[in-house]
């Protein structure tokens, strides 16, 4: 993604959210275990709402390991033309070796680096416009990158006061913690996402709430790495070691078990999870 992932941030590419999980990076750790069950079905809600057409140029924005710009791709066929762009090198290099036929940039979403006159039919920023500092500039760049009459979407979670798995296990992690603010869900609200878009002068600005009920085989995984993030957010966590960080991972983990076990349906994990989709015309 071109704003660090919430997660790379706050996670050392070293920590593994468990022993099975081996040596593994963050990135390879958010392709395997997060980017299916969780980040893929609203790449797929995002192209049911932007339909595209062959011939459209598509640039996936903040792309992470490029689940969006993937999508895009196998939407498109061979001869569709997608860009993504990301800030992590690490995200880039695992969305390089699972796709390697897409153009893979490294970049700011507030300083696109896109090629002279280079403009695409397609334009989608996928949960990273929480994470950019300077979004008024990450959203003049989003303009600058659309063709006349192309689409823009952006998609941002809403507040986890409204999806009850993540409210909880945030819960849980602040009796030991303290409050946290969690970025992911920072962008909660459309109404300043959409006056955002207005501004820097895209027109015909819609946004709806879309939930979706997502489904992990194994919900240990995702509890780990959303226990690591929510660490990672605290203000606690700034005054830890390393092996105090660890330790209250831990203890987290085992705390929110209740949590895991209540969404729990005998054959995996499954939640409500809701997310803005906002999209405008250049």
Known sequence: MSSPHPDSVILSQNQAPSHAMGRASFPEMYERWLVGPLFRPWAEVTFEEVRLSPGHRVLDIACGTGIVARVAKERLGAAGYVVGIDISPD???VARTVAPDIDWRAGNASALPLRDGEQFDVVVCQQGLQFVPDKPAAAAEMRRALAQGGMLAVATWRSDEEIPFFRELRRVAERLLGPIADLRHSFGNSAPLEALLRDVGFHDVRSRTISRIIRFE????LLRLNTMALVGMSAACK???????????EDIVSGSAAVLQFHSDGSGVAFELSANLATAKA
């Open 239 to 249: 005054a830890m070691t390393d092996q105090e960080r660890k330790r209250v991972v």
């Open 218 to 221: 194994d919900g240990a995984p």
């Open 91 to 93: 995200m880039l290099a």
